[in-house]
């Protein structure tokens, strides 16, 4: 038996709601809708999905999708055992089964076998075929299926086939505004709004400079490391230049331009 | 034994009929005739199948093709037990063993290895030779394969082999006149006829745009996700962006146009 | 044992002389010259092959290539068992092996190591290895291979290589003239001979249109599709349709001077 | 134990000599030099081969080099048994075991690990590592490896490693004279030298053609093809059309301009 | 169980800091913060991790990464045995269960699924799911994630997802100072401070050329190489060649220019 | 165990220095420092690493690398047995265990992974991490690593990473002295050194052909195979076209100015 308690998630995920993302998604579940988040790298859609798993009190399976997964990956294979093969159910099976979110994240990346297991789970049918154990799951009741989609950096070998991105709704994501962005920080680093409001102002030069010389903006996340670094006693400057600036661009003129901020603001 | 009574379709599919292609169907399955299925995204090729096969009485067993597809994914392959191989059927020689209508969606997804195996199906023969078992099956005479084809999205690599075109009578599927699509989606969704016919105006829009930026119009199913969730108590403006407009598109400008309607009809 | 009698051809295949193929065919056989039968799809081409079988009163296997297929697949591979391995001989093992006609079907579309493997088989040695059991097989003295090939649709990217090809003796294969074909379509289907003309009227407008907007002409077997569908009370302009033209072509152009033709000949 | 007697050629080869070739391949085997053969296809460089392994009384082993052949399939691989793995020898370990002249025919087909594996049977290491058993099989004194070429299509893509070519001796080959073709098809087949000196003039047409049209001339088995079919009561200009007309070509201007040697040969 | 003392760093390795990278370490690895190190081949990076393990006292487990390394290669595998399969935990998941710092050097290199894996272990989360085994490893306190990365020849195709690097904090690497670099290689070759001194003036000649002929200048470790030839009495040009220039370049004039720096420091 | 003494090199092998390369490797061995040879195809490097290992008296490995080698066929696989797995090291594995000198001859054409598993190898920790085993494999103090190199005919696509290269002192190796080879030629083929020098000559046209025309020399080596047909009785003239320049080119300018260089020597 699968241990449902493992993808429970048990203490509250630190969101605040920026529109009426939480309405439309809890209207999504209520009709068992698939649902499609859309937005740029590091903005909070994993956190969003991983909150409505706790309000809705329901288990979540997370997928990171890459180029190199294959259908297998997500339904399930047959291991060798000391008496002959054993299936192992794959974690969308399991979803399926135990009635799970079941959240594929950058499903781009996989190859299509991939994301064409996932038809008959989001139209009336909600059955997942296991061919190879000549099953057919039907889903629980409570079982959603969630994928996240960068538009940002689609690249055009990559894209959902029409006849999948036909079966989600689609939601769009993008980084908070600049007041709560800073409370986010405050709240997850433990530091004071001050400095918390400090990170922000860089990362929105930062942001500002998408597509004119960096190919994303900076993640709350990383405005989070730099909060830690400062409080484990780095300078400001340096810890932002750590945290903000390196693992984002090689590019001499950029580095330039964010170190120029930086000191702007902690100057 | 395979279990029949699972791919029974047991509860009567809506489905309306916009011209003669039940009867061309009976006729082609009175003689047994291999039927390819032409079509864009989500205009109801595959829910007629599945009323067909209601009609019919006989149990249909639909396959969702894609590109890592290899024959043995359809025919069969031999799994390791304690007492050694064991061979297990693959849908189509399911299909072909219990009499079944096999439905190939999207065929030309699929490797070659995949679409040459139905060829000794597909004509006088009606046998599928499982090579690696070193067995013959004959089709049962209930037995009739189904593929579905879209020819708008055809790419330049993907194309079926001439061999293999020339064993099917084609039969062209297109959306449901207005009137019918709206009553479709009011008994989908159980709303009103009046909600339905504002939203089937917002999907002739954007099928007008196929080709103007879009490459797919709106399928009916995604008419009855914004019904869905206005049934669920989001407002229908709200409700159409997220289950008609975001997922089938991130151009600005078409996304503005589809708005626009949206406002228009929901004004 | 291999049961030889599932490969027999029991009952005469309809099959009516162009020209002197037959005579051909049996001097061929009488010195075991391998065959090439070259022609477009659809012209009878493997019928003729079934046919020879019949006549000779020899076992007739066929194998549709295709490209993933692999040598393995003619010649045969290791099956793990409760005993360990056991070898399974694959479709061309057993046809050297019980003396059939082995017709390999397109067979440029398989890899090269596939088209390779039959060269000790097509020369003086008539024998084929099986590296991977350690077994020389010597061709049993009926055997015969026979190999087809589309001289329309050869690729760029795939060809015999001139070391294969200069193994076979070559028969060119075209359409049968009109009269014949409205024969063998009256036959096939049970129609009279005045329906199975106007079919093969439609039939040769659409073979004049290949190379000029159609990859490959119509098929009898298509023509036949035609008839049965009205055999089973569709009315001939649709059934035309649904036979003749929807199957080849998404052309628009191409479909209205197909159902002009149509028309013109059931007006 | 490998039986070798079937590997002996037994029946002396019809060969006739058209050089010294005979001499310098006894003088290379007598150094156990690895010997490369160079030529079009079918000029005999395998019958010379043969004939030289009859002659020398030394079993010879023989594998046509195709581009999805492996290392593995050279020099052997591990196969499941009852008892765990039992280790299978390939070809060129049982030819370097038994003292064999081992034949890779068209080496360059072959991948960069089957070419590579040759290197230390091919110097004074004379010895062949099975990496994969942690055996080092020292080659029979009697062992002599000889790979051909055909330098007349050999792909851009492919080409033997310098490393490997400055491993051997290299003989040119070339189809045999008028008068002495002549002499081996009429021995081959059984007919007079008139017939067979007719077959080998439409021959030398076909040659001529090389490079002007046609990839390669026609082989001396196709014409012994021929003078197959004209024995079995086929006419001569149908028998030459079948034989050396219609495998080598689709080109319909080639085939007029062989088709009228056919006939000026015959008429 | 795994023997933890394998992976500890028992000897101080020699480092001497060149700036605030240790105090900026030993904060990331504080709030356990992933870290990546960027700089050119050879500046010492590998070298640091070490130093910073031996100085926190934790172990460190090392993969190179590399274009053919698979997900499975870092987190394991069911390899057969007597008993049926069994899992064997590969070096990130050893390093997540001891609390290991896991380097990944080159981590580019590798293919996507091998990145991906990752992401769990670097967010809030600290989490590594064994898909194929069903378990959901949480990460030992201690464990650390560090990648390198050399931002000098990401070629056009490789290249880390944004969504990985924004997971990490960035430190840059470069060259140790004359000084500093002159002591080292005195220290790890034994040699004198004079002929330390030497060595790197050529080293820096070498640097001068990056992006001008040579790819990379000339590592630490070559130079240590030169030290430790002179040292078994080979002549200092002599030896410089053999160790600095030889193995980083085949250019004709890169080569002289190098040499006559040899012969100038040396003559 | 392994068989140590099928690795020794038991007879001297004959090499005559060429300058202070015996003193140079010499001088790395007392290190351990990894060694790259450099040089044209058959100039002698691996004769030279022969004799240096059999001058050193420590056992050789030799493997010669090849585009579809693995890092399992350096580092060792499991292997199915009747008791289940076994592990079985390759050929780098047992080098490091018994403390050889493991030979990597053209080690460029490798996969990447292939090179990758050097790199523990040849730094400061001189270990192997045999990830699949769980096992760390610390060198034998003799054991050296040496690889060749041959900058001849790099492809773009194939270079050794820097972060290879710079963990190698580099020895550049090129044909020997026309005296020195001919006294080789002499000693190896057991002829006057007479006929040597003659030999020698035709060898240094070719040589100065390399760029022009041919792609690289002839190797010393095919002058010995000269020298042996000479031996068996076959004329020189013959001799040298079969064994000097048959091998190397197919192209007629190149082979008439050798065939007019073997004339002049021999005429």
């Known amino acids: 038996m699968t241990n449902i308690e493992q993808y429970k998630v048990n203490v ?12 439309i998604y809890e209207a999504a579940y209520a009709s068992r809708l698939p649902v499609m988040i859309k937005g740029p790298t590091g903005c909070g859609k994993s956190r969003f999905i991983e909150y409505m798993a706790w309000k809705l009190g329901k288990p979540l399976i997370t997928v990171a999708c890459n180029e190199d997964m294959t259908a297998s990956d ?8 000391a008496n002959g093969t054993r299936w192992l159910d794959g974690p969308l099976t399991v979803a399926a089964r135990i009635g799970a979110i079941c959240y594929l994240d950058e499903v781009v990346e996989a190859r ?13 049918r909600r059955t997942l075929p296991l061919d190879k154990k000549g099953e057919m799951v039907s889903a629980h009741e409570n079982f ?21 991105k036909q079966r989600f709704v689609g939601m769009d994501f993008d980084y908070p505004s600049a007041q709560l962005e800073a409370s986010i920080i405050s709240k997850e680093a433990g530091c004071d709004m001050e400095l918390a409001s400090k990170l922000v102002k860089i990362g929105i030069t930062a942001r500002n400079l998408k597509g004119h010389g960096l190919e994303e903006g900076i993640s709350t996340r990383l405005m989070v490391y730099a909060a830690d670094l400062i409080k484990q006693g780095i300078a400001a400057p340096s810890a932002c230049r750590t945290a903000l600036v390196r693992p984002i661009t090689d590019d001499i003129d950029i580095r330039a331009t964010l170190d120029h901020a930086v000191d702007q603001v902690f100057g």
Request: zero cysteines; charged letters at 20%; glycine letters at 6%.
């Open 112 to 124: 299509q076998d991939t994301t064409v297991v996932i038809h008959p789970l989001t139209d009336h």
């Open 12 to 23: 509250e995920p630190f969101y605040q709601s920026q529109g009426d993302e939480i309405a």
């Open 144 to 164: 959603q299926l969630v994928i996240s989609y960068n538009p940002g950096y689609q690249s055009l070998m990559k894209d959902l086939k029409q006849s999948t």
């Open 74 to 81: 997500l339904i399930g294979r047959y291991l060798l055992d």
